[in-house]
Every structure is written in structure tokens, then in C-alpha cells.
């Protein structure tokens, strides 16, 4: 009988897919605790792309997505270094460093990340325009069950936050993807047409928990 009902409170936790379309998730305040993880199926990856928009006022360290393995706490990250003034996409702990992006507080930002492991390459799109491609991790997958957070980075499997790292702000339309994304379907994403979802993590059926202050509400649009 206890088994029974611990059954049934697990069921009644489970995240169910939601449609995201035109929603944002808010995280309103600085903390060590409040952030989204996302629930992602694949546990294998020879190349990755995640798109994501972002919002914020925030002039300090702060992280956009972070994915962990057991073997790896920054197996994909993008995480935005402001003492240098720099986008720093993670893959397998070690790290890429773009400067020169326009980051401008409180807008709109869409950013776009790919990473090959036949050829260890990640590129950034920011805000449209791609980065060079830098060398980062080749020849192994990563491999593992993904732990991926929203509004926090990971300093160990699924935990480590810092409120100092923290992310302030507003997110939306996450979509990931298990292979690198083309061009043209990158730029179809920044101009929101109709491009592929994410076959890995698809704002348009996400499946997430959100811990402590993250709310879900209608996404910020500008009219014309």
C-alpha cells in the first residue's frame, strides 16, 4: 500500500509536455536555487545545437544553458563572462571564448550554439551573425543522462549553484537539437519563420520542473 501511493505521488510530480509557444519562463530574483531543468530523453550526443532567447539587465557573470553528465558538470554550456566581456560556449569542460558580441542589456537576444564531435567545432550565432569556428573537444560523444538547468550553472551533476552566477532575466523559445543545425535553419530560427523544432528539447513540447521563483508567463513582444 505504501509503495502504491509513493507511485502515485511520483506520477502526480511528473512533468507532462507543455506548449511554450509564446511563453516565457521569468526568473525575477538573484538566488542559489531558483531555476527550470529541462527533461531531455537522448543520453548520447555526437553533435549538438541549442537556440535560445534570452532578456536581461544583468552586468555579471551569468550562465544561459547548462547541461551536465555524470562524468562532466559543464558537458555543454554558454556562459557569459562579463569581466572579459565574452560568450564562453562549453563543451566536455573545456571552453571557447568569443568577444566582440553586442550583449546589450534589456532587449531581446537570440543566440544559437553547434558543436561536431567528428570535427570538435563549435560556432556561435548571435543575433543572426555566426562567430568563426573554434576547436574545443572531438573524436568522443558525450555520453550520459543529461541534467539540463535553466537560470543556473552547474559546478557539479545537477547542482553547485551560485547566486553569483545565477541568471536574472527572461527565456524563451529553447529548442535543442542532436545534430548541428544548418545555416539557413539557424537563420530561420532568429527570424522566427517556420523552422525545424528541436528533436532533443522543443520549446513547443517542453517537458520541465521549475525550483523556487520562476514564473511562466506571456513572452514580451513589441507591436507594430
Not at 3 to 18: H, W, Y
Request: proline share 3%.
Amino acid at each position: 500500500m505504501k509503495l502504491f501511493v509513493v507511485l502515485v505521488m511520483l506520477s502526480a510530480c511528473a512533468a507532462n509536455p507543455e506548449d511554450l509557444s509564446g511563453k516565457m519562463l521569468t526568473f525575477p530574483v538573484e538566488s542559489n536555487t531558483a531555476n527550470a531543468r529541462l527533461t531531455a530523453a537522448k543520453e548520447d550526443f555526437s553533435a549538438i545545437t541549442v537556440c535560445h532567447r534570452t532578456f536581461t539587465d544583468l552586468n555579471r557573470d551569468h550562465a544561459l544553458f547548462s547541461m551536465a553528465v555524470s562524468s562532466s558538470s559543464n558537458a555543454f554550456l554558454i556562459f557569459w563572462d562579463a569581466t572579459n566581456k565574452e560568450m564562453e560556449p562549453h563543451v566536455r569542460d573545456t571552453k571557447a571564448e568569443y568577444r566582440g558580441f553586442d550583449y546589450k542589456p534589456n532587449m531581446w537576444h537570440s543566440i544559437c550554439t553547434t558543436w561536431d564531435s567528428q570535427t570538435g567545432f563549435v560556432q556561435m550565432w548571435f543575433d543572426g551573425q555566426p562567430s568563426i569556428k573554434k576547436y574545443v573537444s572531438a573524436v568522443s560523444n558525450i555520453r550520459g543522462t543529461p541534467i539540463i538547468i535553466l537560470g543556473q550553472e552547474q559546478d557539479s551533476y545537477g547542482g553547485g549553484f551560485h547566486d553569483k552566477q545565477s541568471f536574472v532575466g527572461m527565456v524563451s523559445d529553447v529548442h535543442m537539437w542532436d545534430y548541428a543545425l544548418s545555416s539557413c535553419e539557424i537563420q530561420r530560427y532568429f527570424n522566427e519563420l517556420n523552422f525545424t523544432p528541436g528533436n532533443v528539447l522543443n520549446w513547443g513540447a517542453m517537458e520541465f520542473t521549475k525550483t523556487d521563483k520562476v514564473i511562466k508567463e506571456e513572452k514580451i513582444v513589441w507591436c507594430h
